[in-house]
């Protein structure tokens, strides 16, 4: 069966083709297909914005004229020192999509003076997955930990080098644990595995 994965980051579709493993399953990106979906995300929960991405590249492809399945997903930072904030503002925090950097030094400033107890969040992504006659699944997975004080590590992407997970013993950042060990704990594999119950 032929997936359409609604983004074009390498680092997801990388996850999940390595979680989900569904044999007989082709997995493309939206630059794999030749297709262009830019939809306006501007729902206010990671489900509603996970629902837009999906429509917009079901319709993409049918507008091309293939049938396939898609999947999509929304995933951000929620902080509870700052009222769930950047939730699904995540990837344009700081104003420009996309920019890590940029992202990651607001969220520290924004954290100036908070202490460790208090900086404590998780990473939330929901999956939404349109099967090829367009009925949907949905699945959520997150991750707690806290916020740390500087960027540590040179792996991953987004927030990871400063998201300390509990799961580690709150010693490292995503950003310094192996791809492998990411994918075992991580909220997009997390949802994922539940995606992938459902589906079977």
């Known amino acids: 069966m032929k997936v359409l994965i609604a983004t074009n980051n390498t680092h997801k579709v990388d996850e999940i083709k390595t979680v989900l493993g569904f044999e007989g399953w082709d997995y493309f990106t939206l630059r794999e297909a030749g297709l262009t979906s830019n939809p306006v995300e501007d729902a206010d929960t990671f489900l509603g914005n996970a629902r837009i991405k ?34 699904v503002h995540s990837s344009r925090y700081a104003g420009i999509d996309g920019d890590d950097a940029a992202n990651n030094a607001k969220l ?18 929901t999956l939404v ?13 997150t991750i707690e930990g806290r916020i740390g004080y500087e960027e540590e590590g040179d792996g991953g ?28 704990v991580s909220h997009r ?7 992938k119950s459902l589906l079977q």
């Open 129 to 141: 997955y349109l099967d090829e006659s367009g009925q949907e699944t949905a699945a959520r997975g």
């Open 54 to 87: 999906a429509l917009a590249a079901r319709n993409a492809a049918l507008a091309a004229g293939m049938t396939c399945a898609v999947l999509a997903d929304d995933s951000g930072i929620e902080v509870d020192a700052l009222g769930g904030a950047p939730g």
């Open 157 to 184: 992407f987004g927030y990871d080098p400063l998201f300390i997970p509990d799961c580690f013993g709150g010693k490292v950042t995503l950003a310094q644990v192996s791809q492998d060990e990411k994918n075992v």
């Open 189 to 195: 594999g997390n949802a994922l595995r539940e995606l």
């Open 108 to 125: 520290l400033r924004e954290l100036e003076g908070v202490p460790t107890e208090q900086r404590t969040g998780r990473f939330v992504c």
